[in-house]
Each structure stands twice: as structure tokens, then as C-alpha cells.
T-cell receptor, first 111, second 114 residues
Framework: RKEVEQDPGPFNVPEGATVAFNCTYSNSASQSFFWYRQDCRKEPKLLMSVYSSGNEDGRFTAQLNRASQYISLLIRDSKLSDSATYLCVVNINTGGFKTIFGAGTRLFVKA | GAVVSQHPSRVICKSGTSVKIECRSLDFQATTMFWYRQFPKQSLMLMATSNEGSKATYEQGVEKDKFLINHASLTLSTLTVTSAHPEDSSFYIC??????????FGPGTRLTVT
């Protein structure tokens, strides 16, 4: 089982749709959580950190459920520019921090 | 967000030569930097963790004598691909980690070995 698993995708949605990305992690020593986006042939860019209380940034909402070891990202009113690969990232404390990237979920938003 | 630069952005070299890639954190000090490579349509693959002032920690299967990493200061890490071969052609990306554990990525270096 992979340490961080994401929906395989791709997701194809029309503009204005709401999209939900799911991510699960297996290591209970996981301590911090992030969502990144990566555009084709570009580097990943930090989208938002994820907290147990949930956090929102404009159209983006991230949630963390430590009991279920589950992280989500919700994009409301999706735009063409949201098309990218979304990466779930988990930091695990194994005596030193180790960062694990999910394989990513590709999103295509179409007009 | 923080700024991480990477140089060069693109390099083409002949088989057998060595290539050096620089990664700089421009607005914060990073005790830890990471080096990744990514093949087309594949996930990022961590190659090594670079700690300032100490030896890098390499992931399983990554040859430390082929991919030399130096983290000489809190703002600079370098990756040297020695005796490059066509199979080393890839997208190499560095990142720098803040105290709050977010990683910020450089724009990447596209290496083509002919």
C-alpha cells in the first residue's frame, strides 16, 4: 500500500463545477499536510496547508480528518485556469521529517 | 510564498560530460533542501535530501557518486550529474523547506543528454 494515495483521475469537469480531491495516508506519524498544484512541465507550487480545523482560501477548501487519515481539497466554481495536477503531500516524523508526495490527480476544466 | 531559484533552466550536454545545477533559496534560510527528478507524465521522485553542513541522504537506488550534492550554505545547494548519459535526461527540481515544513520548489532544470 502506498503511503499517500490519491484519486487516480483524471477529472474532466465543466467551468463552474465543484470538484473534490481525496487523499489518504497510511502512516500515523504524519504531522503536516499540504496541497500543491503542478502545471504541465512546471514545478509544483504550494496551494495551501491543511489543518485539522479545516481552512479556506477563496474558492479552495482543505480538510483533514486525522482519525480517518484522510485529506480533501474542494474547488468551487472551477475555472479553466484550475486545470493542473493536484498533489497531496504529507510530512512524516520518523526521527527526522520525511516528505511523501501523492501521485497527483489531473484536473481538466473545460469551457 | 517563498522564492527558490534554480539555474540553469535548461541544459543540453554530450554524453560523458558533467552538469552542475544550482538551487538557491532567495528569501529564507533553508537547512534542508531536496532534489527530485521527474520523467514525463510521472510523479516527482525524491533523489536526495541535502542538509547544510553535512552529507546528503540519498534515496534507495540513487547513486551518490553519480549525483553529487553539496549544500555549502543555508541558501545554496548544488547537484552535479557526473558522466551524464542519455538515460539521465529528465526534469530536475529542487526544493527548500522552511521551519514550518512547507516546501518551495525551484522552477526546475530540463536536462537533455545527447
Amino acid at each position: 500500500r502506498k503511503e499517500v494515495e490519491q484519486d487516480p483521475g483524471p477529472f474532466n469537469v465543466p467551468e463552474g463545477a465543484t470538484v473534490a480531491f481525496n487523499c489518504t495516508y497510511s502512516n500515523s506519524a504524519s504531522q503536516s499536510f499540504f496541497w500543491y498544484r503542478q502545471d504541465c512541465r512546471k514545478e509544483p507550487k504550494l496551494l495551501m496547508s491543511v489543518y485539522s480545523s479545516g481552512n479556506e482560501d477563496g474558492r479552495f477548501t482543505a480538510q483533514l480528518n486525522r482519525a480517518s487519515q484522510y485529506i480533501s481539497l474542494l474547488i468551487r466554481d472551477s475555472k479553466l485556469s484550475d486545470s493542473a495536477t493536484y498533489l497531496c503531500v504529507v510530512n512524516i516524523n520518523t526521527g527526522g521529517f520525511k516528505t511523501i508526495f501523492g501521485a497527483g490527480t489531473r484536473l481538466f476544466v473545460k469551457a | 510564498g517563498a522564492v527558490v531559484s534554480q539555474h540553469p533552466s535548461r541544459v543540453i550536454c554530450k554524453s560523458g560530460t558533467s552538469v552542475k545545477i544550482e538551487c538557491r533559496s532567495l528569501d529564507f534560510q533553508a537547512t534542508t533542501m531536496f532534489w527530485y527528478r521527474q520523467f514525463p507524465k510521472q510523479s516527482l521522485m525524491l533523489m536526495a535530501t541535502s542538509n547544510e553542513g553535512s552529507k546528503a541522504t540519498y534515496e534507495q537506488g540513487v547513486e551518490k557518486d553519480k549525483f553529487l550534492i553539496n549544500h555549502a550554505s543555508l541558501t545554496l545547494s548544488t547537484l552535479t550529474v557526473t558522466s551524464a548519459h542519455p538515460e539521465d535526461s529528465s526534469f530536475y527540481i529542487c526544493s527548500a523547506r522552511r521551519e514550518t515544513y512547507e516546501q518551495y520548489f525551484g522552477p526546475g532544470t530540463r536536462l537533455t543528454v545527447t
